[in-house]
């Protein structure tokens, strides 16, 4: 059962264009982070939200977490090719310490 | 610093043999875990440890052992090899595990199994 659902699965869009990911769950987590991966390497943090309704920006990328803390959403403006690479969103439970992994969202961001 | 290190980067076994695949890492983090990624999948954990000497199972653990020695060293051991366990398989550290700020997990560069 995937406790993370990750949306879409795979996006391609032409370089400009704005984009959204999100990342929905029946379940509450104290915290979520949204991570990079590009071909070959492991994920890398970008951002780590905590409190519900909370918005964090990073250069043109703007992440928000739920009112509920039960959903994400990661929205890039104007993407650029840099932006390509799979997106994972990860919810840690406050019933134990474990990260619940989404499945991804792979981005290709076209010249 | 180097950070998290996985050896070997790229494996090819046949069903039965064995093999522990290496991961360290030199930021003196108390939690390190192994996950495997799989297509469409996402990260599943594998095995975790809270520190020296602690290890717990996660997922999915059937066909794999660990042992936490040391802070720094946490080896994954495959007992024996079957093509389901094809996969890259990440370790991963992180300061603590708990908190909003301390939890960040750092990834090692992977290792990509194939099974015969």
């Known amino acids: 059962t995937q406790l993370l659902e990750q949306s879409p699965q795979f996006l391609s869009i032409q370089e400009g264009e704005n984009l959204t990911v999100y990342c929905n769950s029946s379940?509450?987590?104290?915290?979520l982070q949204w991570y990079r991966q590009e071909p070959g390497e492991g994920p890398v943090l970008l951002v780590t939200?905590?409190?519900g309704g909370e918005v964090k920006k990073l250069k043109r990328l703007t992440f928000q977490f739920g009112d509920a803390r039960k959903d994400s959403s990661l929205h890039i403006t104007a993407a650029q090719p840099g932006d390509t690479g799979l997106y994972l969103c990860a919810g840690r439970m406050d019933s134990n310490y474990q990260l619940i992994w989404g499945a991804g969202t792979k981005l290709i961001i076209k010249p | 610093n180097a950070g998290v290190t996985q050896t070997p980067k790229f494996q090819v076994l046949k069903t039965g043999q064995s093999m522990t695949l290496q991961c360290a890492q030199d930021?003196?983090?108390?939690?390190m875990s192994w996950y495997r990624q799989d297509p469409g999948m996402g990260l599943r954990l594998i095995h975790y440890?809270?520190?020296?000497?602690?290890?717990d199972q996660g997922e999915v653990p059937n066909g794999y052992n660990v042992s936490r020695s040391t802070t720094e060293d946490f080896p994954l051991r495959l007992l024996s090899a079957a093509p389901s366990q094809t996969s890259v398989y990440f370790c991963?550290?992180?300061?603590?595990?708990?908190?909003?700020?301390?939890?960040?997990?750092?990834f090692g560069p992977g290792t990509r199994l194939t099974v015969l």
């Open positions: 939200v905590v409190t």
């Open positions: 379940s509450v987590f104290s915290s």
């Open positions: 440890s809270v520190g020296a000497g602690i290890t």
């Open positions: 930021m003196n983090h108390e939690y």
């Open positions: 991963a550290s992180s300061y603590s595990i708990i908190g909003g700020g301390g939890n960040e997990q750092f």
